[in-house]
């Protein structure tokens, strides 16, 4: 368990007792006995963008409102420089309605849908591939002394996944500090939580790294890479499309870090090697099991 110290540096973290993001439910265990567990809830968000309906999105229901903006934003429905007059959302009616100063004409982009990997059913729209050919991301050198400090913070914190599993987590982090802890049943919506909260704080993401609890998808490099972030790290594997466009946008990506140990498939050219991988504790399996993803 996480103590006040560990977070402190942490400007938007967990709140695994947060009311209506768990619900105890009574079962039986494998020997028939009596189990109390907490599991976590999943509620419909539908998202308007002006007077249009764009998607509705499952979610646990906790910051809809950047969840909204970071949705849209990573869709390209967005732009960046673009003024949203308010974020409005109702808790009755399950819905956030975004206002801007622009008309809203994308029936062809929801036309163009794509059901992606992530869980609960991520959705990407057809075209976001094309925003890639424009992205251009710093050539950002991580410290591998930072990548250990923020595995050890991260996975000491309390959490929604150590609390009642089935959830993932992304971080946004600058060098060793984890900055904004985000949960979601699906790991795309705590990304665009995260974009969402980027856009409405006016947060630069050229000096900042992105940790995710789940697998390293081309959903997750490609809205990384759209968000500017330029290193992307992972507890769990790759997928090779993942894999493919990271090399392709110059994205640094790195998986599997558990421990001492970490593999690099992009952007191996940016690493500073500053900590000696045999001073570092590794995981006991304890640790392994509560913290891999689910």
């Keep these: 368990m996480a103590t006040t110290d560990d977070l402190s540096g942490y400007i938007i973290a967990p709140d695994p007792n947060a009311p209506r993001l768990t619900r105890a439910v009574d079962g039986v265990d494998h020997e028939g006995r009596p189990a109390h567990i907490s599991v976590v809830e999943e509620r419909p968000l539908t998202i308007f963008l002006n007077g249009q309906e764009i998607v509705t999105a499952m979610t646990i229901g ?40 622009g008309q809203t004409t994308y029936e062809e982009k929801l036309r163009k849908k794509t059901r992606t990997s992530g869980c609960a059913v991520g959705t990407v729209f057809g075209d976001m591939m094309e925003g890639l050919e424009q992205v251009t991301l710093p050539d950002t050198q991580v410290r591998t002394s930072d990548l250990y400090a923020l595995a050890a913070t991260i ?3 309390p959490s929604l996944y150590l ?31 995260i974009a969402g909260w980027m856009f409405s704080e006016g947060v ?49 990506l790195i998986g599997r870090m558990r421990g001492r140990r970490f593999v690099c498939l992009s952007g191996e050219e940016r690493l500073l ?7 570092i504790p590794d995981e006991d399996s304890k640790h392994r099991r509560k913290g891999a993803p689910t």
């Design 62 to 101: 906790d910051y809809p409102e950047y969840l909204a903006l970071g949705f849209l934003r990573n869709q390209g429905m967005l732009r960046a420089d673009e003024t949203v007059h308010r974020v409005e959302y109702d808790d009755d009616l399950e819905t956030v309605v975004v206002r801007t100063d």
């Design 204 to 252: 630069a993401p050229g000096d900042k790294l992105l940790y995710t609890t789940g697998r390293l998808t081309s959903e997750m490099v490609i809205k990384t890479a759209l968000m500017g972030i330029p290193v992307l790290a992972s507890r769990s594997g790759f997928t090779a499309w993942g894999v493919e466009i990271a090399r392709q946008v110059g994205l640094t």
């Design 273 to 279: 090697r500053d900590a000696d991988p045999s001073g």
């Design 163 to 193: 609390q009642a599993g089935a959830i993932h987590g992304t971080v946004l982090c600058a060098g060793d500090r984890p900055l904004v802890y985000m949960e979601d049943v699906g790991r795309h919506n705590a990304v665009d939580k």
């Design 155 to 157: 996975n000491r914190t």
